[in-house]
């Protein structure tokens, strides 16, 4: 019996669990400060709604900082995507079927040109998405002479105010945590039988216990108006991410750059075309975050959209365990980091706390984050050299 409360609590388990229990830790606190506000099904869905957008962006934030690479333009770059998006459906009364896949070429363009700089020019990823930042600002702003462009058409509004109905969300939820178990089991099983695992009933409980616990809320959440669709879009954003990162020949390569780049070439891995293709990802993402903020903003606001996006979506991929370091970074991390970012912001907002102290809060989250990965590495470190 002993044994088996070992193998299920063991320190991973509690390591990989640390994030969430800080999270339900911060709920309930906002639950007794704001009175019972705070857990309701119509703010919980405000946050996911809030937090959908810095997670969109937090995922590719992932991918390139796993390679040792920063992205400081993500803000900009988005919001210049939603002046594409404006001018085309707004002054030029464009079809949002064929304004959506031009929106996202200009984003893809956006991921190359930075892309080319990095590893053609061998400039330093975060000179080039610096100057990025300020000249697709830049770019946002003279296409628009500063002003805003709205309304948008109903079919680009929807995607940020529209909702899959209750009975298929509460649907989605079990189907997609069904598959998830299978997954997990034949994975263990194979395992298993390689003979590097032998307690599969804890490894699953260790794993499918967060997302079960998660679809229940989520369920709960559910049955009131259904699940956005903005919140799907960040669910499919972000399996494809986990499939590429985990399960695919360029993921291993992602971390291999990462954990060290020398080492990698020397194995054959081609760094420069592997870590343009990551910034080309991040153009796709720059276009589907820049629909999604563009489409909940209701209309180009190129002056104001996506400002300090890339420092939000930076905060959330190492507060969920990305190492600055690189090598090390799971999009599941940086999306329940992006969650207690966002569950700061809307807790102490229904507290009406000043916009400087939930900055200074943040801010204080973010560096003890850094000092715990500092922490991490100097801990392994150490290890490794008295071994």
Known sequence: MLGRLGRLFNRDAFRDSTLLLVVAGIWIFFQFTTEGTFLTQRNLVLLALQTSIVSLAAISAVMLIVTRNFDLSVGSAVALVGVVVAVLTVNHDMNPLLALPIALLAGVAMGAWQGLWVTRMGVSSFIVTLAGMLYFRGASMIATNGA?????????ADLATGFLAPGPSIALIVVGIGALAGFQLLGARRAQQLGLMDA?????????????VGGLAFGWVATRQGIPYLVLLV???AVGAEVVMRRTRFGLQLYAIGGNPEAARLSGIRVNRVIFANFLIAGLAYG?????????VGGAVAGSAGLFLELDAISAAIIGGTSLTGGRGRVFGALVGALLMGSLNNGMSLMNVPTFYQETARGVVLLFAVAADQYRRTRKSTGRKTT
């Open 148 to 156: 805003t462009i709205a309304p948008l058409p109903d079919a680009l």
């Open 200 to 212: 599969v009933g804890a490894h699953l409980v260790r794993r499918l216990a967060p997302f079960v």
């Open 235 to 237: 669910a499919a954003a």
């Open 288 to 296: 589907v975050t820049g629909v999604a903020l563009t489409a909940r």
